[in-house]
């Protein structure tokens, strides 16, 4: 498992994690799958991964093979004697570094292996071994690997705050820029894509996180998140226009024209783009818990951007201006007027769209009663309590 990641190399263990999702997905056909469940049998096999694959076959995704099986666990058993012998021989013989450089080859291998919680351990064990910041820090950096290969939202939340402890202590910028893409990866998979956006953001000049993804994967992140997270003006500065974007935008299908046509408010051309990429949030393992919801804000923001522009609109020329029928534009307002996401209303008789944009200076005054009304209530109960 490489903790740094050369540039174009993604880690292993998480190029199979994608292709097992793959397998789950029931909008990939059959043949593809064929050729998934291949991939997936050789790469287990490769790493003696004897619990996934056990785990695997009793979920009938792999064939049990019990002879494959036991081969696989006799393997790993002689290697971790091996590993031990390595130990107690540098722990006998040498030095402090040489005794950390062992436990942590162990705790590689288990992690290579596909043994969480014996992987999780024996990081532990390193840990307690180093004294080096930035050592600690890829200590971090590999069991946040292990968490999002798992999807386990508490052990990276949890490795994410202990990261940001350790850079209290020191830390250099280039480990503190990588730990910024793995919490915005956090943060889009548990659908925080405001926080995402902010991280994705700060690190589209920095990345360096290949491990994780290719850099045109993480632009493909940052554009979706920002869409739906940031105002007109800063989508144009930081993302239209950001030198670093526009130089790989162009490797993701479609991508350029959603953000583009959206920004330059040519919607026909923009719901042709967005329907291109709903296939890629779909089959993505970390934006398809979120689909439907992503779908309705994406679409609530381009609604809004047209009526932004209009005190009243007929339902046919808005109709026109995306490419869709009446009925259809009809049915989506409705259900977005009555979430509360737009403010407009709709006169059926005439065809008439009627926006009624909340007065900022209105909403103001009406918290302030609210809040007053508020405080009022509770001096109340305070001097009920005092004359007591």
């Known amino acids: 498992m490489d903790g740094g990641g050369e540039e174009g190399k993604q880690q292993p263990q998480l190029v199979l994690a994608h292709k097992l999702f793959l397998l789950s997905q029931p909008d990939v056909d059959d043949l593809a799958k064929v050729g998934l469940r291949d991939d997936v049998l050789a790469a287990v096999k490769s790493d003696d991964m004897a619990a996934l694959y056990e785990s695997l076959a009793a979920d009938g995704v792999l064939e049990m093979d019990a002879a494959l099986l036991a081969e696989m666990r006799g393997r790993i058993e002689e290697e971790t004697k091996k590993f031990d012998e390595k130990i107690a021989d540098a722990e006998e013989n ?39 910041v930035g050592q600690k820090m890829d200590l971090v950096f590999y069991t946040l690997q292990i968490g999002l290969f798992h999807m386990d939202f508490d052990l990276i939340s949890k490795s994410v705050d202990k990261a940001k402890i350790l850079f209290e202590e020191g830390g250099d910028w280039e480990r503190k820029n990588r730990l ?95 329907s291109g990429l709903t296939e890629q949030i779909k089959l993505d393992r970390y934006l398809q818990p979120h689909f439907r919801y992503f779908m309705r804000e994406v679409r609530t923001v381009v609604y809004s951007q047209f009526l932004e522009s209009y005190k009243s609109v007929t339902m046919e020329a808005m109709a026109a201006s995306f490419g869709v029928t009446v009925d259809f534009i009809d049915q989506e307002l409705s259900r977005f007027i009555a979430a509360g996401k737009l403010h407009c209303k709709i006169d059926k008789v005439a065809g008439v769209l009627e926006t009624n944009r909340p007065d900022a200076r209105n909403a103001f005054y009406q918290s302030t009663i609210k809040q007053g009304d508020f405080l009022l209530n509770r001096i109340q109960k305070l001097s009920r309590v005092i004359d007591l």
């Open 180 to 274: 910024k893409v793995y919490e915005g990866l956090y943060c889009m998979a548990a659908r925080n894509f405001k926080k995402a956006t902010s991280l994705f953001l700060d690190s589209v000049s920095t990345f360096t996180t290949y491990e994780l993804f290719p850099y045109d994967t993480f632009i493909f992140y940052t554009v979706l998140t920002s869409v739906i997270t940031l105002d007109r003006v800063s989508l144009k500065q930081k993302v239209v226009d950001a030198p670093e974007i526009l130089a790989v935008i162009g490797k993701v299908p479609h991508l350029s024209e959603f953000l583009n046509s959206l920004y330059d408010c040519q919607y026909k051309s923009f719901f042709v783009a967005f």
């Open 94 to 132: 040498l030095g402090e570094s040489e005794v950390r450089e062992a436990h942590l080859a162990k705790s590689l291998y288990f992690i290579r292996v596909g043994e969480k919680e014996k992987a999780l351990e024996q990081l532990k064990v390193t840990e307690g071994k180093t004294v080096a």
